[in-house]
Nanobody
């Protein structure tokens, strides 16, 4: 069992930056693959980025490549999503999640544990 708490969301102008954090407690954080997802109003929850247990492998959805960076600090039981050059279409509730299946996890069904979400709004 693991508990996740996101923070760092807020209102930012287009072109601005935010850094989201995901703090984990419970079972050893380093034993999990970690992912970020987002859900905009009226839309399904979608994959944003994932990072391997060691942090050595990352994957991103095409819409955020080159703008977002996922990272983790296993000593602090925390993962991050650095978001730069934000666009209005990035507006959504952002969720962190962890899973222990093998491979690159991009499906919501691969993640049994989720945080409560943090709102990111990109608007002028």
């Amino acid at each position: 069992q693991v508990q996740l708490v996101e923070s760092g969301g807020g209102l930012v102008q287009p072109g601005g930056s935010l850094r989201l954090s995901c703090a984990a407690s419970g079972r050893t954080f380093s034993s999990y693959v970690m992912g970020w997802f987002r859900q905009a109003p009226g839309k399904e929850r979608e994959f944003v980025a994932t990072i391997s247990r060691s942090g050595g492998t990352t994957n991103y959805v095409g819409a955020v490549k080159g703008r977002f960076t996922i990272s983790r600090d296993n000593a602090k039981n925390t993962a991050y999503l650095q978001m730069n050059s934000l666009k209005p279409e990035d507006t959504a509730v952002y969720y962190c999640a962890v899973g222990d299946a093998p491979g690159v996890l991009v499906r919501t069904s691969s993640y049994p544990y989720w945080g409560q979400g943090t709102q990111v709004t990109v608007s002028s």
